[in-house]
């Protein structure tokens, strides 16, 4: 059963850091670009960054440059979001994603994570 499962979420003060994390199961992470993206109340959902099979980072919004990074640990099965210098406006679900080698975007994903909620005080 292909399964992608984010932990990490929680509260945290405005100018706080968190990391997440998206424990993935049934598939072969080497094969797999590991999006993320978020979902505030009443808005759509946004793709923040991605890291594909070879280790390449795409940032999908200008935003999270300078404060969010993204890295993997095959071997664990698990991708990583390491959030910086977290603003109010942070506060969202957030899901990781898988799709097939490279990072496409949110439209050619292939399989979802359940999300976890990052709400952000100031």
């Known amino acids: 059963q292909v399964q992608l499962v984010e932990s990490g979420g929680g509260l945290v003060q405005a100018g706080g850091s968190l990391r997440l994390s998206c424990a993935v199961s049934g598939f072969t992470l080497d094969y797999y670009a590991i999006g993320w993206y978020r979902q505030a109340p009443g808005k759509e959902r946004v793709g923040l960054l991605c890291i594909s099979t070879n280790d390449a980072i795409s940032y999908y919004l200008n935003s999270v440059k300078g404060r969010f990074t993204i890295s993997r640990d095959n071997a664990k099965n698990t991708v990583y979001l390491q959030m910086n210098s977290l603003k109010p406006e942070d506060a969202a679900v957030y899901y990781c994603?898988?799709?097939?080698?490279?990072?496409?975007?949110?439209?050619?994903?292939?399989?979802w994570g359940q999300g976890t909620l990052i709400t952000v005080s100031s």
């Open positions: 994603a898988a799709q097939r080698h490279n990072c496409r975007g949110g439209d050619a994903v292939d399989k």
